[in-house]
Nanobody, 123 residues
Framework: QVQLDESGGGLVQAGDSLRLSCAAS????????MGWFRQAPGKEREFVAA????????YYTVSVKGRFTISRDNAKNTVYLQMNSLKPEDTAVYYC????????????????WGQGTQVTVSS
């Protein structure tokens, strides 16, 4: 049974940093591209970042480029999202997801999802 467990969310002030983690089990982690998505209240789930299986390729949505960094540790079956200079508009539930093959940007192309972790940024 595949399980993706996100952690690291919380309530922070604008300008602060957080690091999200997503621990994977039940799959051959190094075979999967990993992605982070987020969903704010009343909005659709949106792509945030993705990383290829070997970490050679990363993608970011424009609004987080230069502030967020996705990384992975295949020895620990974990993907991370370092979030710096947080803004109130970053407030959302953040989800990690796993996909075989190249790292996609569409939510529908991911095979497995975590339950999400709440990130709230106050102004």
């Amino acid at each position: 049974q595949v399980q993706l467990d996100e952690s690291g969310g919380g309530l922070v002030q604008a300008g602060d940093s957080l690091r999200l983690s997503c621990a994977a089990s039940g799959l051959i982690f190094k075979s999967y591209a990993m992605g982070w998505f987020r969903q704010a209240p009343g909005k659709e789930r949106e792509f945030v970042a993705a990383i290829s299986w070997g970490a050679a390729t990363t993608y970011y949505t424009v609004s987080v480029k230069g502030r967020f960094t996705i990384s992975r540790d295949n020895a620990k079956n974990t993907v991370y999202l370092q979030m710096n200079s947080l803004k109130p508009e970053d407030t959302a539930v953040y989800y990690c997801a796993a996909a075989l093959g190249r790292p996609p940007r569409r939510a529908g192309d991911y095979d497995y999802w975590g339950q999400g972790t709440q990130v709230t940024v106050s102004s």
